[in-house]
């Protein structure tokens, strides 16, 4: 069975797909800090969860440890979050994240993204939007 890493999973988007991986992959649960509702006994079996800050390298290289493929959720998702706040979780981080794949040879990594990516914020928006949109990043974020 593949073993799949999930980092941001206690965030919305982490939660909503913890249920339905957990029956395809083996499932390894990353977080900066732990959900009271996350301890190991209320997670899909066989799933494993650790704190892992995506800012330190080598912490997330040893959570790489045979993995075969991340989900990257983690990040700072304010967008009224200023430079200092970003930089950390989106820009190290990521970088971060594909140096510790890389380091462990990881497969896939499937990066999301943000709709503050195309304008977020446009209340003129047809949604859903459809993946051609141009970039149109309404903050830092």
């Known amino acids: 069975m593949n073993s799949v890493l999930v980092t ?3 965030g919305d988007v ?3 797909l ?3 991986l957990a029956s395809r992959y ?10 009271r509702d996350m301890t190991p006994a209320a ?3 066989g799933s494993s969860i650790t704190c892992v800050d995506i800012q330190d390298l080598d912490a997330l290289t040893a959570a790489m ?3 075969t493929a991340v989900v990257h959720l983690a990040g700072q998702r304010e967008f009224s979050a200023d430079w200092a706040q970003l930089r950390g979780p ?5 970088h971060n994240l594909f140096e510790a794949a890389r380091r462990n040879n990881v497969a896939k ?30 903050s830092l974020y």
């Open 109 to 138: 990594v499937v990066f999301a993204s943000s709709n503050h990516a195309t304008g977020y914020l446009d209340e003129h928006r047809v949604w859903p939007i459809s993946g051609t949109e141009p970039p149109r990043p309404d």
């Open 43 to 45: 997670l899909p079996p």
């Open 90 to 94: 989106n820009i190290d981080g990521v």
């Open 8 to 10: 941001g999973a206690n």
């Open 26 to 35: 083996e499932l390894h649960l990353a977080t900066w800090r732990l959900a």
């Open 14 to 16: 982490g939660r909503a």
């Open 18 to 20: 913890i249920g339905s």
């Open 65 to 67: 440890k045979g993995i």
